[in-house]
């Protein structure tokens, strides 16, 4: 079964540093986009930052130079290094990445992990 499993989260005061990852695990041929979102309560879920396969990144305007998104291929994996946290970060982190495996081209979710900015 084809799955994404994030960790990292936690509770982290203003101003400082946290880093997250997402390894897919499964029958997978291929890994297309990799994708970090997050949802504040009562929030829809928005794009963070994303690599493609050829490492060209996306970052929303709201954690420009803050946030560094990475993957490594060989581990199946995707990171977010967030640094200079704010309370406003404070959110669920979802994983989202392209698959394809012995089913065709799909797109998956992880099942998230908490980020907690506060003092």
């Known amino acids: 079964q084809v799955q994404l499993v994030e960790s990292g989260g936690g509770l982290v005061q203003p101003g400082g540093s946290l880093r997250l990852s997402c390894e897919a695990s499964?029958?997978?041929?291929?890994?297309?986009?990799m994708s970090w979102y997050r949802q504040a309560p009562g929030k829809r879920r928005d794009l963070v930052a994303e690599?493609?396969?050829?490492?060209?990144?996306y970052y929303a305007e709201s954690v420009k130079g803050r946030f560094t998104i990475s993957r490594d291929n060989a581990e199946k994996a995707v990171y977010l290094q967030m640094n200079s946290l704010k309370p406003e970060d404070t959110a669920v982190y979802f994983c989202?990445?392209?698959?394809?495996?012995?089913?065709?081209?799909?797109?998956?979710w992880g099942q998230g992990t908490q980020v907690t900015v506060s003092s």
């Open positions: 690599i493609s396969a050829s490492f060209n990144t």
């Open positions: 989202n990445a392209d698959l394809r495996t012995a089913a065709g081209l799909g797109n998956y």
């Open positions: 499964g029958n997978i041929f291929s890994i297309n986009d």
